[in-house]
């Protein structure tokens, strides 16, 4: 009996290996890098658009453009006017922002191991130990 169920066991795993149903966790775990990969593409448009906005500004300076006539340049973006210097200086205050954010709050990755709470509990035992010594310590008929 017990022979006639391992095979049947065996030829259901081997009929089941390569079943579809098993790969759709491949699918669902592709699903949640979606938004990541949006955020990172527009983060890279951005900053090529920048890059492109620097570069006009720097093409202007090189032409001899005064510096008034530089402040009013404007793009058309998206349907929206753009003032390129404005903009650049707005970009440059966020990115000083986010760098005062980032360096104020650092995120320390720590998590608790097997180890370190046996280290505490160690510790914290050890500390009770010491106390009820140091209590039950007799100095000849005197209690310490």
Same mark, same amino acid.
Not at 24 to 27: E, K, P, S, Y
Not at 119 to 134: N, Q, Y
């Given at each position: 009996?017990? %022979?006639?169920?391992?095979? $049947?066991?065996?030829? +259901?795993?081997?009929?089941?290996? @390569?079943?579809?149903?098993?790969s759709?966790?491949? /699918?669902f /775990?592709?699903?949640?890098? &979606?938004?990541?990969?949006?955020?990172l593409?527009?983060?890279k &448009?951005?900053?090529?658009?920048?890059?492109e906005?620097?570069?006009?500004?720097?093409? /202007?300076?090189?032409? +001899?453009?005064?510096?008034?006539?530089? %402040?009013?340049?404007?793009?058309?973006r998206?349907?929206k006017?753009?003032?390129?210097?404005? $903009?650049?200086?707005?970009?440059k205050?966020? &990115?000083?922002?986010?760098?005062? #954010?980032?360096? %104020?709050?650092?995120?320390?990755?720590?998590? =608790?191991?097997v180890?370190d709470i046996a280290?505490?509990?160690?510790? +914290?035992?050890?500390?009770?130990?010491?106390? =009820? @010594?140091?209590k039950?310590?007799?100095? +000849? #008929?005197? &209690? @310490?």
């Open positions: 009996m017990q %022979r006639n169920l391992f095979l $049947f066991f065996l030829l +259901g795993v081997f009929l089941f290996w @390569k079943d579809p149903i098993l759709i966790h491949l /699918a /775990a592709q699903n949640y890098n &979606e938004p990541d990969e949006k955020a593409e527009a983060e &448009e951005r900053k090529k658009f920048l890059e906005m620097q570069t006009l500004l720097d093409a /202007a300076m090189k032409s +001899g453009f005064s510096e008034k006539e530089i %402040r009013e340049i404007t793009i058309t998206k349907g006017v753009v003032h390129v210097w404005d $903009f650049l200086e707005q970009e205050l966020r &990115e000083k922002k986010v760098a005062l #954010a980032k360096k %104020r709050s650092k995120q320390l990755d720590r998590y =608790l191991t180890m280290d505490e509990l160690e510790s +914290g035992e050890t500390r009770d130990l010491d106390a =009820l @010594k140091d039950s310590i007799f100095v +000849g #008929a005197e &209690e @310490k």
